[in-house]
């Protein structure tokens, strides 16, 4: 299907406002072997905008927004726990080691004096594991599900706007019938 210019040019624009601003980040359900495609993982799970998260990305936060997003994960303060696999620095498995991914748990702080600590930001303490652990995933919704997102919104607004409409003209049908004045 050939787009109309203006609309092509008006989308284009439209996604470029928008592609920083719908980042969500998503947690699988099920536990994963730390060597699994987890890239793939996210896809299946979360759709084609689904990539596995970045602690870097983390990182660029400061500590609330990153313990908002904890909490909207429902991923709260632990010690030695719950195994959160991410990137780090854009590496899922850790160098040298095929069988040992990044994961990150929420310690709220510092670690448990038994962790080798990789990196530290926002309560987050990233290590390396060879256990089980659910993946965090950043998604990013595709043009096609922020165009529908935009166009419920706008429904719901006609929605609105023809209600209001129909209240109107009845009050106005009912003060005409019964002679009422006009407030």
């Given at each position: 299907m050939k787009l109309p210019l203006r609309l092509a040019v008006t989308l284009v624009a439209w996604h470029a406002a928008m592609a920083l601003d719908d980042l969500e980040y998503k947690l699988t359900s099920s536990l994963y072997m730390p060597d699994a495609?987890?890239?793939?993982?996210?896809?299946e799970y979360f759709g084609s905008g689904a990539e596995v998260a970045d602690f870097e990305d983390f990182k660029a936060m400061d500590p609330d927004t990153v313990q908002e997003i904890m909490s909207e994960l429902s991923i709260g303060t632990s010690r030695n726990e719950h195994i959160y696999f991410l990137k780090y620095q854009g590496q899922s498995l850790y160098p040298g080691t095929p069988r040992h991914a990044y994961f990150f748990e929420n310690n709220g702080?510092?670690?448990?004096?038994?962790?080798?600590?990789?990196?530290?930001?926002?309560g987050l303490?990233?290590?390396?594991?060879?256990?089980?652990?659910?993946?965090?995933?950043?998604?990013?919704?595709?043009?096609a599900e922020r165009v529908l997102v935009e166009i419920q919104e706008i429904g719901e607004q006609i929605r609105q706007t023809v209600?209001?409409?129909?209240?109107?003209?009845?009050?106005?049908?009912?003060?005409?019938v019964n002679h009422e004045p006009r407030r």
């Open positions: 495609d987890h890239q793939e993982i996210c896809r702080g510092d670690p448990p004096a038994f962790v080798d600590m990789v990196d530290h930001h926002g303490n990233v290590g390396v594991t060879n256990k089980f652990g659910r993946v965090v995933c950043r998604v990013t919704p595709t043009i209600n209001n409409a129909v209240t109107d003209t009845y009050s106005v049908r009912r003060r005409l």
